[in-house]
């Protein structure tokens, strides 16, 4: 266990060295395969895990993945890579939701009672990996043409995503008061993900990469919350590391364009709800 | 609260700051790539998964996990490559 806790320390090391050197032309290439080598060796060491006794899944899992990621990553267009990072992106906040999901379905069949912090958790990492997953692909389809480029918006949108927060804390609530309940775990998953694609589609084509950017940072923020839901420091280090640097990227990309995070994402309702309505 | 969470509570606040401070001033061409590396990074929930799909006893986990680790395997190995087809161009 020493030995692999000391994997994650380097794997640790060289995601942030990796993602500082992605900072400047002269290093960048250099960096992403940095954190290449750190994310081989963390794989590598959580192979070597003790509660890792069935290998036959996760190395199905890892070679069909694998086999996958080359072939798009090779005969994706150039052209298309925004939309390609969303996609990816999309995926790895689905990861992290099934990862808290899954301990939550494993600690409800042991039948022991689950402790109040890990409910919180695994409801904060599905939701935040929901919202990632639906919000990346609402993201990828108005960048690929699949849904349209312009803002979509219909009447009281606001009180409604307001009315689906709150549906989610009741649920939460409920769970969290009696974890006994797997529909009620599954309604709070679907009302992430309407508000994950809610999240997304008011947003004018032309501010995508912001909210890519957004959404590859609330990526992170789920890992994260993966991260305690399995006990892992290496995926807490990892995951807050990109939701931090994705938070700043999102803003100087902002600057870049003259905006703000707010005028991007609320941008549809910046004349204020009179002129909304009017 | 016992003195592990208190711990990881610890490393997920630096690692914050760290995350924070690592990224300044990025020239705009560089803004998608680093996106996509950050990205390829997240997709560290890899290992989560992979937790849970080896561990699980209970059928559904082991279900959910191993398609989570599929998942976050085609994030990690597509965006590791697709970030360094980005930075070919940057080559002289």
Known sequence: PTGIQLSYLLAVALFILGLKKL??????????????????????????????????????????????????????????????????????????????????WRLLGNGEPIAIGTSVVVLFGTFIGTVTLTGSFIAMGKLQGFITGKPVRFPL?????????????ICSGFLIADVQVRAVFLGAIAIAAVLGALFALPIGGGDMPVVISLLNSLSGVAASAAGFVVDNNMLIVAGALVGASGLILTEIMCKGMNRTLTSVLFGAFGGGAGAGAG | MDTALIASLFVLLLATFVGFEVINKVPPTLHTPLMSGANAISGITVIGAVLIAGAGNETTTIVLGTIAVALATVNVVGGFLVTDRMLQMFKK
Do not use: C, K, W
């Open chain 1, 23 to 104: 900072g400047s032309p002269a290093t960048a290439r250099g960096g992403n395969t940095l954190a290449a080598v750190g994310m081989l060796i963390a794989v590598v060491a959580t192979l070597l895990d003790l509660r890792v006794i069935d290998y036959q899944f996760v190395l199905a899992g890892i070679a069909i993945g694998s086999a996958i990621g080359v072939v798009i990553a090779r005969t994706v267009a150039m052209t298309a890579m925004p939309q390609m990072v969303a996609f990816l992106n999309g995926l790895g906040g689905a990861a992290s939701a099934l990862v808290a999901v899954g301990e939550f």
């Open chain 1, 157 to 169: 949108q606001q009180p409604f995503n307001v009315l689906l927060v709150v549906g989610f804390l």
